[in-house]
């Protein structure tokens, strides 16, 4: 069963940068397409960004365009998410998603991933 476990979140200022790393467990990594999500108290988790199993193609929603860069490292297991000029409504548990089942079903619903990681906060202060 595959684990996924984030990190590098915590407290910043506006304009500030963070980098999310989500660190997977198990051989099949490179064949997951990967992304993040990301949910604010009282509101739906929302797609932030995905990566492509190849690496070569990435998407973003747009809130988030031109500030966050979304990559992976097939040889670390790991996928990471480089946060810049953050935002006050960037404020939330952002977490870690992996479509194991090359699903169809479009890649910015949370239905499309089937393995999730723990969360982490991410808080940006005005």
């Known amino acids: 069963q595959v684990q996924l476990v984030e990190s590098g979140g915590g407290l910043v200022q506006a304009g500030g940068s963070l980098r999310l790393s989500c660190a997977a467990s198990?051989?099949?990594?490179?064949?997951?397409?990967m992304a993040w999500f990301r949910q604010a108290p009282g509101k739906e988790r929302e797609f932030v960004a995905r990566?492509?199993?190849?690496?070569?193609?990435?998407a973003y929603a747009d809130s988030v365009k031109g500030r966050f860069t979304i990559s992976r490292d097939n040889a670390k297991n790991t996928v990471n998410l480089q946060m810049n000029s953050l935002k006050p409504e960037d404020t939330a548990v952002y977490y870690c998603?992996?479509?194991?089942?090359?699903?169809?079903?479009?890649?910015?619903?949370?239905?499309?991933?089937?393995?999730w990681g723990q969360g982490t906060q991410v808080t940006v202060s005005s």
């Open positions: 998603a992996a479509d194991t089942r090359r699903t169809t079903v479009r890649f910015t619903a949370a239905i499309a991933y089937d393995i």
């Open positions: 198990g051989r099949a990594f490179s064949s997951y397409n």
């Open positions: 990566i492509h199993w190849s690496g070569g193609i990435t």
